[in-house]
């Protein structure tokens, strides 16, 4: 197949995703080698067309699949066979997906930095919190959205839209909302529940989410307290402690150890 | 003591401190109960004045001091007795010491990404390559500095400055900078000190970097590949990856889990 008859390929094959809201990556290089040669991959599909040699095309596919997963696309650097840390290529993989949602219950003094910390990763966030005088858009310059309603009534709204991409962070520390919060939010697909709060508080909600009828294999998707144990002193690094946890929890990854001291790649 | 008699022995501290060098933050209430009310902590000595009683003063001495270690400044919420998640005060911490660095060499697909996550941790952070055509400031709009040298000259000139809350990433990928620059961070008091690559490209570094005649226990303190191993994909993952590991490293945690899953305390 020529390159010309790859394109076409390509292009129909785009379009017909676009058509079914299948979401999928095009990594084009931009520079070097094989410049305007096309990669398009998706979740579960063989990639089309190619950049140039099967090594190439098999770490472009698995980058591209990373942002597609998370829904971001970049420009990135390859040697010219994919090698990592060289330069040799640009290559530009456009993300055709609706970004991951990230919803943060609570506009406290933690909020600001998760948001920050979130849009980092890529994901639409949105913090809602009951009180209007502390949910303004102007204290969260960094939040794509800022909503004044209650949680379970918000996540009402959005139970079926949800995926398992998505997370959802409540750190309002107050059982008046967050025991609907989180039990709202377990009614949905979200692949990451969070909670902030000590143990203690913690126990206090379980109690009262088992008393509002949420089984005990449902509460077991709850993180809390939110985050990985590193250590974290201010929000800034509590808020990385949250997105390391994001990351860990949908790799499947519960015992964490620095990649020097593990086995396996460092690439999934 | 009256307010009057705290505060100028607050001052006073403060401006000894000041003229010093002696990093230190002061905590003030500026909205709620205790309104002005200060506290002035520093490593190492005794928390000066207070912000109301014992409790809410052990509490934001935790905090300030893990501001004062981050070298960042912020306006928290408590409860009026220092409890999390509430919003009765709010506490002003100004921490006046110079803010932690972090040296990035290499200015690769992954430096933008590393620089974005440390500015949210409050880093000051040097992008170094000695390639002039990839360093440069338009490309890295997010760093402080972008500069172009050669690792082990640009850090032969910083080697006393350097402290344990700075941190060094190699990101290069390439022996010809890679081993020079490790080499020199090795002779630095940096509390961190990453490099980015394949098990088998740092196989090859530890060879290179014996035969240039660094000890095992120096080659003991280079993560490599740096980042904890919690499946990132993409750059932005692997840069809270390795903020991830910044953070746990400095606090001795190598086995890390869920907060869920541990048992210490929350804050440390």
Redesign the interface.
Known sequence: MNEGTYSTLIFDTLAHSLRERRPCALATIITGKGVRSKLLVAAGAKALGSLGNTEIDRIIER?A???L??G?S????YGSNGE????DIQVFIETFAPPPRMIIF?A??FTA?LS??AK???YRVTICDARAT?ATSARFPEADEVVNEWPDRFLLALTDELRPQDAICV????HKFDIPAIAAALETQVGYIGA????RTHEERVKLLREAGVADPALAR????????????????T???I???I????????????????S?P???
Chains 1, 2 share one sequence.
Do not use: K, W, Y
């Open positions: 980058d699949l990373g942002e997963a998370a971001s970049s420009v990135r650097h990592a840390g060289e330069q609570g406290v003094g930095a920050r910390a980092l990763l890529g502390f750190l309002t520390h107050d902030m709060g000590s143990r709850v993180m809390a307290p939110i985050g990985l144990d590193i250590g974290s002193r201010t929000p800034e690094e808020a990385i402690a997105c390391a946890e990351i860990a929890v949908r790799a499947g990854r519960n015992s964490i150890q620095s990649l020097r001291d593990s396996g460092i690439h999934i």
